[in-house]
Structures are given as structure tokens and as C-alpha cells.
């Protein structure tokens, strides 16, 4: 199996008769499907070129990276190549010099993007070709989506897929013309090296620019037409119902009966298609399709926790799985991962009732809380993969979470009292994780033998099943593992930690504010609402710019936990709006503090001004000044590992109308819905999330106002029955009482609503219309749950 470039293409193509959307797919793993180096081109190169030979050590002579903040441009920052960071510097200096211009596109925390560094970009005579007859710019994709999303759309249109490092050669007017992602140094038997691969381009450059030229124009207007999405000659979206049903329809010819997930391998958590089965679940939840769908999430939820894709030692979920099992990951820890399966697993717990579903959100925040959060409030965007097995050694994926016999026995010799047989802790755990001698990943998984002997811990058996084979109480192996497992974890503390991308994003930092929001609510734990408000804290404070109402996209940790921000700063895209507003209405129902509400509004008409497309519908995912020079202006039409901020903008435009009347916004929505009919049309598995928005917008919103004090016993009861209770197509509303109060101002009908004989009162509004006043949390949940 060859170390290949990417993770497997995003789907836009068939999989038993439609796609399955993976999305923004991160860097892969040794251990995905073997394929050699992507290499698409508008042109025919020529074959030629000799393999690149290694090159001595580097000098650590820093190059112009050195002054970045992103963490992914500081690994390059010693390199010997001439690097620019994205910008006009690059440009003037490829239309002066009349060079092609070569774009390198990763992050930080990218296992073949380390790869690529150690092997070319660190390599003298690679750059020298890159410094002497390219501009070679290198951008983080996690600040510059907007880059990203453009060059990936012409990479995965003319090859076979896309991922990370993407490798891209432009016009100096910033037209694509060849692209690819991971390139070995040398020549293969099947693959060309990147030294080869940079050769026949200069050449190419030099013999056939014109040529270069026209075909790189040709692509781009193609690829214009072919991404553009407007509302057109349409006047409404199409059947919800329709919609609904063929993407259950689609998911269901995808689902793995056995293991749960939507694919053999690599399989990914795809939060979205959980989200979207759970709501299918509710409005069909009389028919047999809707039990499926309600089995197929919760199984799939289940079989994820027991896997080697959730870290059973310090909990938190890596990126996804190299085979059909769940059992062994690419090991990295994504935030956006984390905030949306704390989500996912919430909700489990609502419509399950079952705490194995709250106990791993709980499990997912408390890694967060530990492992990914600033002191002042924010989340850090990601941990590593790769770490040295021990201090001094290279870097080997997976090394800080995998584990051998000998290092279990010496950790927990103890022995197991009333067990039918002999027995230590170590061999009660080793037995019920799956670990053997020889490890338990197979070679096909670890190409280059870094694993031999290891183990990922995986649950084998359930509790009881291990408990009947020792002769065990059930109880009794539930605390044995837990303390066996905790000593796991403090032995782990003293291995050599994996690097910790440590740049917020405000689009993942609102989707970890939406994470601690809904599970604090759906628990009743405030401690978990309180870090949803010390996130959304730490945005308004230091990722929002009050004089122009603007986010920003990043900020970074300085010295001695300082923030610090790039000048000039990077401000924020569509996604970072829409995770944001996304969160602080989440935050609001949580809290109900109407401040969080207040600014989501303000926010909403600032990406109302800045990304709306006001002839086609729908939001552009990036301002049209900040994307000034690239080819493409796109709109995602993808619900992937994160979903499309225009889905997210659809349910928060909804929520909006909800929570203040104003008709503006549901017309956006029914707009925005409209532009993207046909892309539903064509695949709704690939927008599962906008399906989900669509239902909710052709049925009734419930707005669910409970009149009392914030603080009061009986208000919080009743608050905390609404949350107990799965409703995805709502808003919670409190009202005090007070006529000057910001809510009372939006929705007038408010003030007609009074408390039942003092006490906290709850009504259910649908259609302009409301229940009878309910002061009994039984009786609203009965109502709110028939």
C-alpha cells in the first residue's frame, strides 16, 4: 500500500446510486485506500525529469514565514525555500518576473502535509527550482477557507480527488493550471516525483505559456458555470417530503448494518447525517422508516464510542477510522469533531433516554475542557497526530494513544479479587479492550511497520459479557476498568504530547459554544453552560471588531497565554458568521440571557450585508473585496465533516424569524432554499443539513414562552423539561415580564401572555396561536411530546 495524498475524494460521485458526503476531508493517513499522487493538469506535460536526490541538512536560516502566526506557516518557516504568505507581495512579484505561481495549501496538524515538508520542502535542490523559477506562496486552509475552497474546486474537476497538501501551479493572474495534493520527492515505479513534476512544468512554462494560458482560461470559465448556484427562473424550494425521503432513501442503501457509518472505509463520524436521521426519526416516527433511521444513528453512535476512533484513555474522538470497524483512526483531534458530536451524542441521550449517550458527551467536553481550551475562554483548533514515541525520537502517527501487553501488565499488576480464575486488572482490561501480544492492527493498516506490537483499545464485549467470563459483578468491572484506565492516562501524561494547533477559529470556536450550550442544557448542568458563555465571551471580546460589527477569523496564543491577532487581521468568512450566530442562539435558549440573542442579530445583518447574494440567493463563502483577484466567488453546496454555513444560515434564519417576527428573514431562508433546489434535487445526501433546514421551514416553528423568573425554581423546571425533550424545530423563549425588555420589543404578543397564579407559566405557540397556559412540567412535556 502506497503512502498516498489524500483521504479519499470528497463524494460528489456515485456510491450505490448517489454520494455520501465526507466534506472538507482532512489529510490522510498511511493506512487509507492506496492510491499514488494526484496530478491533474489542463494540459499534456511530457514525460522527463530524473529523481531528486536527498539533500544535506538544512540550514536553519528562517525564511519570510518566520513572521506568520498561523502554526502550519511557522513549520515552514526554516525551509530553504523562498515561501510568501498568501497576498499581494506574491502576486506583483509572478506579473513582474513572469512566473507561474506555486500554491501549497495544508494546516498544521496534516500527517502527509509533515510528510511533504520533511521530504521536499526541506530538500536544497527543490528549493532552489521552487525559489529560482516559481513564487511560492504556502497558505494555512483553516484561515483562508476561501483559497482552499477555490483551488480544491479545480483540483477534485480534473482528477480523481482532492485532499491535503493540495499542490497547485497558477497563472500570475491566479488561474489554475495544474494541480495535485501529495507528491513523493522521486520517481516511482506508478508515481512522479515533485522534483519532476516542478521541472516539466518549468518547462512547459517556457515552451507552451500561451497554450498554458488559454487552457487555464478555459478550465476556469467552466468551472464558473458549473459551481454557480441561483434561484434562476424558480419561484419555491421543493417538497420537503420529497427531499426527506429520497435522502433517508440514499443513506439507507449506504448504511453498514453491522459496524453502523455510511461507508466501508476510511469511515468518517459525519455528525450531519446524524443530525438529519434523528429529525427524520421524529416526523416519521409512527413508520417503519423512521425507526430506522432513530436504529441506524443510535447504532451508529454506539459503535463509534466502543471503537478505536473514540481515545477510551483521555476521551475525545480522533478524525476518522481506516476501516470498516471503527477500530483504528488517523489519530488527530479535530474541534469541530469534538463540538459536533457532543451534539450528536446529546441528543442520543434525549430521544434514548439511554446515559451511555451522555456519558460520552460528557466524556467529549471534558477532553475539551482539558486539552483544547485557552485560559480566557476559547477553544484551540487541533491536536496532532504524529508524536515522537519517546523524547528525542522522529515523530510517528498514533504514537501517544497506542499501547503494548508488557507496558499494561507492568501499569496494572494488581490482582482481581473473586474472579473465578487468576486474574490482574491488566488482564481484565487487556480482555475487554482487545489487546494481544502481537497488537491488534493489522499490517495492511501500518504500512511502514510503526505499529508493530501496539494496540488501540477497542471494547470487545459489553460489560456484562465480561463480567459473566470472570465470574465478575457487573459493577465491580465497571470500576476496575475505570481505575485501570485512569492509571492508563496518567502514565500516558508522561510520553511525549502529540503538537497542539493552538489558533482559534471563530467558526469552530461557535460550533464548540453550540457543543457546551446544548449539552449543558440537555443535562442541566450550568458548569457546561458556563463554558459556552466564557466561549462566547472570549468572541465578543477578542474575535469581534464592535466599530465595523465584523468577526475575525483568527486569533492565536501569544506568550504566557496571551492573544495575539495577525496585522492586518483576517476577518471572517461566511462559515464563521453562521457557526457563531449558530452558538449564541444555542447559548441564549441555554441561558436565556437575552444579550447573546441581541448580538446574534446584529451579527445576522452584518452577513446579511457582507456574503448575500442578492440577485442569485444564497450566501457567497466569502466577502467579494477579501476574494478580490481569485478566479472563483463559490457558494458550499456540501454538508461534510462540518456542514455548509449556508445550511447552518438557513436554521439560523429560521430561528431568527422565530425569535423576533421580522418576515425579512424567513424570505431570506425561503430564498436561500430556493438557490440550492437543485443541487437538493440531485443529491439531498449531500445536503443533509439543508434538507433538515428545508423540513423545518415548510412545517410549523414552535415557539415555546415560559413567563417567569430567569432565576425562580419553577421557571428552571419547566426550562429544563423543554430542553429534556427532543424538539429540533423550535425556540425557547423566556419572558419576564418586563414590556421594555428586548424580546418583548421583537414580539409583541408577548405582553398578552400572563403567569398562572403566580407561578411560572408555559405556553406553546404555533400559527399566531397558543396552548392553554401550562405550570406543570408533566403536563408541558406530554404536549411538547406526544
Given at each position: 500500500?502506497?503512502?498516498?495524498?489524500?483521504?479519499?475524494?470528497?463524494?460528489?460521485?456515485?456510491?450505490k446510486g448517489h454520494s455520501l458526503p465526507h466534506g472538507s476531508e482532512r489529510g490522510s493517513s498511511s493506512r487509507d485506500k492506496d492510491r499514488s499522487a494526484?496530478?491533474?493538469?489542463?494540459?499534456?506535460?511530457?514525460?522527463?525529469?530524473?529523481?531528486?536526490?536527498?539533500?544535506?541538512?538544512?540550514?536553519?536560516?528562517?525564511n519570510r514565514l518566520i513572521h506568520e502566526k498561523s502554526p502550519y506557516l511557522l513549520q515552514h518557516a526554516y525551509n530553504p525555500v523562498d515561501w510568501y504568505?498568501?497576498?499581494?507581495?506574491?502576486?506583483?512579484?509572478?506579473?513582474?518576473?513572469?512566473?507561474?505561481?506555486?500554491?501549497?495549501?495544508?494546516?498544521?496538524?496534516?500527517?502527509?502535509?509533515?510528510?511533504?515538508?520533511?521530504?521536499?520542502?526541506?530538500?536544497?535542490?527543490?528549493?532552489?527550482?521552487?525559489?529560482?523559477?516559481?513564487?511560492?506562496?504556502?497558505?494555512?486552509?483553516?484561515?483562508?477557507?476561501?483559497?482552499?475552497?477555490?483551488?480544491?474546486?479545480?483540483?477534485?474537476?480534473?482528477?480523481?480527488?482532492?485532499?491535503?497538501?493540495?499542490?497547485?501551479?497558477?497563472?500570475?493572474?491566479?488561474?489554475?493550471?495544474?494541480?495535485?495534493?501529495?507528491?513523493?520527492?522521486?520517481?516511482?515505479?506508478?508515481?512522479?516525483?515533485?522534483?519532476?513534476?516542478?521541472?516539466?512544468?518549468?518547462?512547459?512554462?517556457?515552451?507552451?505559456?500561451?497554450?498554458?494560458?488559454?487552457?487555464?482560461?478555459?478550465?476556469?470559465?467552466?468551472?464558473?458555470?458549473?459551481?454557480?448556484?441561483?434561484?434562476?427562473?424558480?419561484?419555491?424550494?421543493?417538497?420537503?417530503?420529497?427531499?426527506?425521503?429520497?435522502?433517508?432513501?440514499?443513506?439507507?442503501?449506504?448504511?453498514?448494518?453491522?459496524?453502523?457509518?455510511?461507508?466501508?472505509?476510511?469511515?468518517?463520524?459525519?455528525?450531519?447525517?446524524?443530525?438529519?436521521?434523528?429529525?427524520?426519526?421524529?416526523?416519521?416516527?409512527?413508520?417503519?422508516?423512521?425507526?430506522?433511521?432513530?436504529?441506524?444513528?443510535?447504532h451508529t453512535l454506539k459503535m463509534m464510542a466502543n471503537g478505536g476512533i473514540r481515545d477510551h484513555v483521555g476521551q475525545g474522538f480522533h478524525r476518522y477510522?481506516?476501516?470498516?470497524?471503527?477500530?483504528?483512526?488517523?489519530?488527530?483531534?479535530?474541534?469541530?469533531?469534538?463540538?459536533?458530536?457532543?451534539?450528536?451524542?446529546?441528543?442520543?441521550?434525549?430521544?434514548?433516554?439511554?446515559?451511555?449517550?451522555?456519558?460520552?458527551?460528557?466524556?467529549?467536553?471534558?477532553?475539551?475542557?482539558?486539552?483544547?481550551?485557552?485560559?480566557?475562554?476559547?477553544?484551540?483548533?487541533?491536536?496532532?497526530?504524529?508524536?515522537?514515541?519517546?523524547?528525542?525520537?522522529?515523530?510517528?502517527?498514533?504514537?501517544?494513544?497506542?499501547?503494548?501487553?508488557?507496558?499494561?501488565?507492568?501499569?496494572?499488576?494488581?490482582?482481581?479479587?473473586?474472579?473465578?480464575?487468576?486474574?490482574?486488572?491488566?488482564?481484565?482490561?487487556?480482555?475487554?479492550?482487545?489487546?494481544?501480544?502481537?497488537?491488534?492492527?493489522?499490517?495492511?493498516?501500518?504500512?511502514?511497520?510503526?505499529?508493530?506490537?501496539?494496540?488501540?483499545?477497542?471494547?470487545?464485549?459489553?460489560?456484562?459479557?465480561?463480567?459473566?467470563?470472570?465470574?465478575?459483578?457487573?459493577?465491580?468491572?465497571?470500576?476496575?476498568?475505570?481505575?485501570?484506565?485512569?492509571?492508563?492516562?496518567?502514565?500516558?501524561?508522561?510520553?511525549?504530547?502529540?503538537?497542539?494547533?493552538?489558533?482559534?477559529?471563530?467558526?469552530?470556536?461557535?460550533?464548540?459554544?453550540?457543543?457546551?450550550?446544548?449539552?449543558?442544557?440537555?443535562?442541566?448542568?450550568?458548569?457546561?453552560?458556563?463554558?459556552?458563555?466564557?466561549?462566547?465571551?472570549?468572541?465578543?471580546?477578542?474575535?469581534?471588531?464592535?466599530?465595523?460589527?465584523?468577526?475575525?477569523?483568527?486569533?492565536?496564543?501569544?506568550?504566557?497565554?496571551?492573544?495575539?491577532?495577525?496585522?492586518?487581521?483576517?476577518?471572517?468568512?461566511?462559515?464563521?458568521?453562521?457557526?457563531?450566530?449558530?452558538?449564541?442562539?444555542?447559548?441564549?435558549?441555554?441561558?436565556?440571557?437575552?444579550?447573546?440573542?441581541?448580538?446574534?442579530?446584529?451579527?445576522?445583518?452584518?452577513?446579511?450585508?457582507?456574503?448575500?447574494?442578492?440577485?442569485?440567493?444564497?450566501?457567497?463563502?466569502?466577502?467579494?473585496?477579501?476574494?478580490?483577484?481569485?478566479?472563483?466567488?463559490?457558494?458550499?453546496?456540501?454538508?461534510?465533516?462540518?456542514?455548509?454555513?449556508?445550511?447552518?444560515?438557513?436554521?439560523?434564519?429560521?430561528?431568527?424569524?422565530?425569535?423576533?417576527?421580522?418576515?425579512?428573514?424567513?424570505?431570506?431562508?425561503?430564498?436561500?432554499?430556493?438557490?440550492?433546489?437543485?443541487?437538493?434535487?440531485?443529491?439531498?445526501?449531500?445536503?443533509?443539513?439543508?434538507?433538515?433546514?428545508?423540513?423545518?421551514?415548510?412545517?410549523?416553528?414552535?415557539?415555546?414562552?415560559?413567563?417567569?423568573?430567569?432565576?425562580?425554581?419553577?421557571?428552571?423546571?419547566?426550562?429544563?423539561?423543554?430542553?429534556?425533550?427532543?424538539?429540533?424545530?423550535?425556540?425557547?423563549?423566556?419572558?419576564?415580564?418586563?414590556?421594555?425588555?428586548?424580546?418583548?420589543?421583537?414580539?409583541?404578543?408577548?405582553?398578552?401572555?400572563?403567569?398562572?397564579?403566580?407561578?411560572?407559566?408555559?405556553?406553546?405557540?404555533?400559527?399566531?396561536?397558543?396552548?392553554?397556559?401550562?405550570?406543570?412540567?408533566?403536563?408541558?412535556?406530554?404536549?411538547?411530546?406526544?
Amino acid at each position: 500500500m502506497s503512502h498516498l495524498s489524500s483521504p479519499p475524494k470528497k463524494h460528489k460521485g456515485e456510491h450505490k446510486g448517489h454520494s455520501l458526503p465526507h466534506g472538507s476531508e482532512r489529510g490522510s493517513s498511511s493506512r487509507d485506500k492506496d492510491r499514488s499522487a494526484t496530478v491533474s493538469s489542463s494540459v499534456p506535460m511530457p514525460a522527463g525529469g530524473k529523481g531528486s536526490h536527498p539533500s544535506s541538512a538544512p540550514q536553519r536560516v528562517p525564511n519570510r514565514l518566520i513572521h506568520e502566526k498561523s502554526p502550519y506557516l511557522l513549520q515552514h518557516a526554516y525551509n530553504p525555500v523562498d515561501w510568501y504568505p498568501w497576498g499581494q507581495e506574491a502576486f506583483d512579484k509572478a506579473r513582474k518576473e513572469n512566473k507561474p505561481i506555486f500554491l501549497s495549501v495544508g494546516y498544521s496538524t496534516c500527517h502527509w502535509c509533515h510528510m511533504m515538508e520533511e521530504e521536499s520542502f526541506q530538500n536544497e535542490e527543490i528549493g532552489r527550482l521552487l525559489s529560482e523559477d516559481f513564487v511560492s506562496v504556502k497558505v494555512d486552509r483553516e484561515e483562508r477557507p476561501d483559497v482552499d475552497k477555490v483551488y480544491m474546486t479545480f483540483v477534485q474537476a480534473t482528477s480523481s480527488g482532492g485532499g491535503w497538501p493540495m499542490n497547485v501551479w497558477l497563472t500570475p493572474n491566479l488561474q489554475p493550471f495544474v494541480g495535485g495534493t501529495y507528491f513523493p520527492p522521486e520517481d516511482g515505479l506508478t508515481r512522479v516525483g515533485f522534483r519532476t513534476v516542478l521541472l516539466r512544468i518549468r518547462e512547459q512554462w517556457k515552451q507552451n505559456k500561451n497554450t498554458l494560458l488559454e487552457n487555464s482560461q478555459r478550465v476556469t470559465t467552466a468551472l464558473l458555470a458549473r459551481s454557480e448556484i441561483s434561484v434562476g427562473d424558480r419561484q419555491l424550494p421543493p417538497s420537503a417530503a420529497t427531499m426527506n425521503n429520497r435522502c433517508f432513501q440514499q443513506l439507507d442503501e449506504g448504511y453498514d448494518e453491522e459496524y453502523g457509518g455510511f461507508a466501508e472505509a476510511p469511515k468518517f463520524p459525519t455528525p450531519v447525517i446524524l443530525s438529519f436521521l434523528f429529525s427524520y426519526w421524529l416526523s416519521h416516527r409512527l413508520t417503519q422508516d423512521g425507526s430506522r433511521a432513530q436504529q441506524m444513528a443510535l447504532h451508529t453512535l454506539k459503535m463509534m464510542a466502543n471503537g478505536g476512533i473514540r481515545d477510551h484513555v483521555g476521551q475525545g474522538f480522533h478524525r476518522y477510522s481506516t476501516d470498516r470497524q471503527w477500530h483504528v483512526p488517523h489519530f488527530e483531534k479535530m474541534l469541530y469533531d469534538q463540538a459536533q458530536l457532543a451534539v450528536a451524542y446529546s441528543q442520543a441521550f434525549q430521544i434514548s433516554g439511554d446515559e451511555f449517550y451522555s456519558d460520552m458527551a460528557k466524556g467529549i467536553l471534558q477532553y475539551v475542557a482539558r486539552s483544547l481550551s485557552h485560559r480566557s475562554g476559547g477553544f484551540y483548533s487541533a491536536e496532532d497526530a504524529d508524536s515522537p514515541p519517546e523524547r528525542g525520537m522522529r515523530p510517528k502517527e498514533g504514537a501517544y494513544y497506542v499501547w503494548t501487553v508488557k507496558e499494561v501488565q507492568q501499569l496494572l499488576p494488581e490482582p482481581v479479587l473473586g474472579a473465578t480464575e487468576p486474574l490482574t486488572s491488566g488482564q481484565l482490561l487487556m480482555k475487554h479492550y482487545g489487546l494481544t501480544e502481537a497488537g491488534n492492527i493489522s499490517p495492511s493498516q501500518d504500512p511502514k511497520g510503526e505499529l508493530q506490537g501496539q494496540n488501540v483499545l477497542t471494547v470487545r464485549y459489553s460489560l456484562e459479557l465480561t463480567a459473566a467470563r470472570f465470574g465478575l459483578d457487573v459493577e465491580a468491572v465497571r470500576t476496575l476498568l475505570n481505575t485501570g484506565l485512569e492509571k492508563l492516562f496518567q502514565a500516558r501524561k508522561h510520553r511525549p504530547k502529540p503538537h497542539l494547533d493552538s489558533k482559534m477559529l471563530a467558526a469552530w470556536n461557535g460550533l464548540m459554544v453550540s457543543g457546551y450550550a446544548v449539552t449543558g442544557a440537555v443535562l442541566g448542568q450550568d458548569r457546561l453552560i458556563n463554558y459556552a458563555t466564557n466561549g462566547a465571551k472570549f468572541l465578543k471580546r477578542h474575535m469581534f471588531d464592535v466599530a465595523s460589527g465584523r468577526l475575525m477569523r483568527t486569533c492565536y496564543t501569544g506568550s504566557g497565554g496571551t492573544v495575539e491577532h495577525s496585522n492586518p487581521p483576517c476577518w471572517g468568512f461566511l462559515e464563521d458568521y453562521a457557526f457563531v450566530v449558530r452558538g449564541l442562539l444555542d447559548l441564549y435558549e441555554a441561558s436565556q440571557e437575552s444579550a447573546w440573542l441581541e448580538w446574534a442579530l446584529r451579527l445576522q445583518d452584518t452577513q446579511d450585508r457582507l456574503f448575500w447574494d442578492s440577485q442569485g440567493g444564497g450566501y457567497f463563502c466569502s466577502e467579494a473585496e477579501l476574494g478580490a483577484g481569485l478566479p472563483l466567488r463559490l457558494k458550499d453546496d456540501q454538508d461534510g465533516a462540518e456542514p455548509s454555513a449556508n445550511s447552518v444560515s438557513a436554521h439560523n434564519l429560521l430561528r431568527l424569524h422565530g425569535f423576533t417576527g421580522h418576515k425579512d428573514w424567513m424570505d431570506k431562508c425561503v430564498c436561500l432554499l430556493t438557490a440550492f433546489s437543485e443541487r437538493m434535487r440531485r443529491v439531498p445526501v449531500a445536503l443533509p443539513e439543508m434538507v433538515r433546514a428545508l423540513s423545518a421551514q415548510q412545517q410549523t416553528l414552535k415557539q415555546i414562552v415560559i413567563c417567569g423568573d430567569r432565576q425562580a425554581k419553577d421557571t428552571k423546571a419547566l426550562v429544563q423539561c423543554v430542553h429534556s425533550v427532543y424538539i429540533p424545530n423550535k425556540v425557547l423563549i423566556l419572558a419576564d415580564g418586563d414590556p421594555s425588555s428586548f424580546l418583548s420589543r421583537q414580539l409583541p404578543f408577548l405582553s398578552t401572555l400572563r403567569r398562572l397564579e403566580d407561578q411560572a407559566t408555559a405556553y406553546v405557540c404555533e400559527n399566531q396561536a397558543c396552548s392553554m397556559p401550562i405550570t406543570d412540567p408533566c403536563e408541558l412535556r406530554k404536549l411538547l411530546h406526544p
